[in-house]
């Protein structure tokens, strides 16, 4: 028994503990029922009585040792927990907390609204559920023009006056050119609906911003200085813009826009497959039979009006290639705007 007391004195000794388990583990192993002191207690009962003096001393300071070194240990331990950095440390920095970002077509909404109401423009919204007369009647569309197909609109009910979803937002400045007083200049930002297949390229909801200017001597020259400074503050102060020729009811004449290509500066890439242009948006002098059917005298006055798709801008601007990516909010998508927006 004398060997074996020596043996744990030294092995208690030399006890080192990482963490708090350890130390539980050794007084269990030492002073737990099963344990090896406790085991010696007990064995103490068979001890001869001449060796019990001694034996019983000795006993003793293993005991206390033990408990003292295993103390010890603790509180070693509980001192380098503090300062390697205990699990509640109030002076660290709180966990990131995601918080939402706001969507890119909405930034680029914002974005094409912004500039524009520095040049004086004032937002214009209306209803999504709109009649013939607004999105077609009023702009000049012929009764057989193939946008008032089914294939291409959809129909709420059939009239005199069908109830449908509009395919543009040019119906809010049929409104406004019914109801606001002359100057007027507005952009209209709104989603807009069209009966077409999902593709890459297309969708059958989408968001607009039209704008529309009337006043007194409005020229085609003006329209082309106003979309020439959207072109630069959107794209880049290097941008160049082209008009085409091309064909609206609502508009005459009526051009659509290119912008130099933004990424490879007009070289050429397979983003403007080679032509060093982007079509970014429609536009053209107000026809006089839309301001006649709005009321206004197109004699004394005139106007120019564009339009173009938040989605075709927010997809040129951040090189996104599938349009769809915008609708299915996959936040690994979104997640890559953070840092943009
Ligand atoms: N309304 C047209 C469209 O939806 C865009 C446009 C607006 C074109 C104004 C010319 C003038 O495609």
Redesign the pocket.
């Known amino acids: 028994m004398k060997q074996r007391i020596e043996e744990l004195l030294q092995e208690i000794q030399e006890l080192k503990a990482q963490k708090l388990q350890d130390i539980e583990e050794y007084r269990i192993r030492l002073l737990g029922k099963k344990g090896a002191i406790t085991k010696l207690f007990e064995d103490f009962r068979e001890v001869l009585p001449e060796q019990k003096r001694e034996l019983g001393q000795k006993l003793n300071t293993l005991k206390n040792l033990a408990s003292s070194k295993l103390e010890e240990l603790k509180e070693k331990v509980g001192e380098s927990i503090l300062q390697n950095g205990p699990k509640n440390d109030f002076t660290k920095p709180g966990d990131k907390f995601d918080l939402g970002t706001r969507h890119p077509i909405s930034v680029t909404r914002e974005e094409i609204i912004s500039i524009f109401s520095k040049f004086g423009y004032a937002v214009a919204e209306g209803p999504e559920i709109e009649d013939d007369w607004h999105v077609f009647g009023a702009l000049n569309f012929p009764p057989e023009h193939p946008a008032r197909d089914m294939q291409d609109t959809f129909f709420i009910s059939q009239s005199d006056n069908p109830v449908l979803l509009r395919?543009?937002?040019?119906s809010v400045?049929v409104r406004a050119m019914e109801r606001m007083p002359l100057p007027i200049r507005i952009v209209c930002p709104g989603r807009?609906f069209r009966n077409e297949a999902i593709s890459a390229r297309a969708h059958c909801i989408f968001h607009?911003v039209?704008?529309?200017y009337i006043d007194k001597n409005v020229s085609f020259a003006d329209l082309k200085q106003a979309v020439l400074l959207f072109a630069k503050e959107m794209f880049g102060e290097q941008t160049k813009i082209r008009m085409r020729p091309s064909y609206?009811p609502?508009?005459e004449p009526?051009a659509e826009v290119d912008v130099s290509c933004n990424i490879c500066g007009g070289k050429g890439c397979n983003i403007c497959k080679g032509t060093g242009w982007l079509e970014i948006?429609?536009?053209?002098m107000v026809d006089p039979n839309v301001l006649e059917a709005s009321g206004i005298d197109h004699k004394v006055y005139s106007g120019?009006?564009?339009?173009?798709g938040v989605e075709r801008i927010a997809m040129l601007k951040w090189q996104v290639k599938d349009l769809r990516l915008y609708f299915e909010n996959d936040v690994r998508f979104l997640r890559e705007f953070e840092t943009v927006i």
């Open positions: 395919t543009h937002t040019s400045q807009v607009q039209e704008g529309l609206f609502f508009t009526s948006m429609g536009c053209g120019f009006a564009f339009g173009m």
